[in-house]
């Protein structure tokens, strides 16, 4: 079946450092991969989406490129701030012909603080 | 343009009590879903709905557990006889009805306590 590995947290950064949370997977044909952000208190929120191999998909100053020869979709970003500080999750789609586009499967997350 | 509502945002039940979480997906959107994360877990896939049908779900734990997405009102998760391990925190989300390439809308989930 389809999993997802994390970059185990917690991390924690001062402001404007340099941002890798890494993802690995492992799916059956083509799926979409997904980074979904949790700020304290609050729901799911997408943050960024590659549909198809060598995709980038970048909001608000992170990006992700869909590789599929390593099977990785890692996360990053320049310069983090204060309000950046959240879960971070990776996510992937069901990738078979036919399959369910809104079966997701989640990593466990990864906890960023980022300190002033 | 209100998103996912979910209520309550936090709930306690003893244990064999019923839970019973409400969903109101986004306008326009009739198709939902159940996620439910426990402790230290990512989310994980229970059901998915449109109006008055249940399309998957394969997620869903066996007894105990039902859902519903009414014609009129919101979807209900209903847990009864609730055990100390469905404390977890429960999302939906919705999606318009062209479900492919549509990503997911998630409320900010309810949070169960079972005591």
């Known amino acids: 079946g389809n999993s997802v590995t994390q970059m185990e947290g917690p991390v924690t950064l001062s402001e404007e450092a340099f941002l890798t949370i890494n993802c690995t997977y492992t799916?059956?044909?083509?799926?979409?991969l997904f980074w979904y952000v949790q700020y304290p208190g609050e729901g799911l929120q997408l943050l960024l989406k590659?549909?198809?191999?060598?995709d980038k998909g970048s909001n608000k100053g992170f990006e992700a490129t869909y590789r599929k020869e390593t099977t990785s979709f890692h996360l990053e970003k320049g310069s983090v701030q204060v309000s950046d500080s959240a879960v971070y999750f990776c996510?992937?789609?069901?990738?078979?012909?036919?399959?369910?586009?809104?079966?997701?499967?989640f990593g466990k997350g990864t906890l960023l603080t980022v300190n002033p | 343009n209100a998103g996912v509502m979910q209520n309550p945002r936090h709930l306690v039940r003893r244990r064999g009590q019923e839970a019973r979480l409400r969903c109101s997906p986004m306008k326009g959107h009739s198709h939902v879903y159940w996620y439910r994360q426990l402790p230290e877990e990512g989310l994980k896939f229970m059901v998915y709905l449109q109006k008055e049908n249940i399309i998957d779900e394969s997620g869903m734990p066996k007894e105990r557990f039902s859902a519903e997405f009414p014609k009129e009102g919101p979807s209900i998760l209903r847990i009864q006889q609730v055990v100390r391990g469905d404390s977890a925190a429960y999302f939906c989300?919705?999606?318009?009805?062209?479900?492919?390439?549509?990503?997911?809308?998630f409320g900010n989930g309810t949070r169960l306590t079972v005591t």
């Open positions: 989300a919705s999606s318009p009805p062209s479900v492919s390439n549509s990503p997911l809308h």
């Open positions: 590659a549909t198809k191999a060598d």
């Open positions: 996510a992937l789609s069901d990738g078979r012909r036919g399959g369910s586009n809104y079966k997701l499967t």
């Open positions: 799916a059956t044909g083509y799926p979409s």
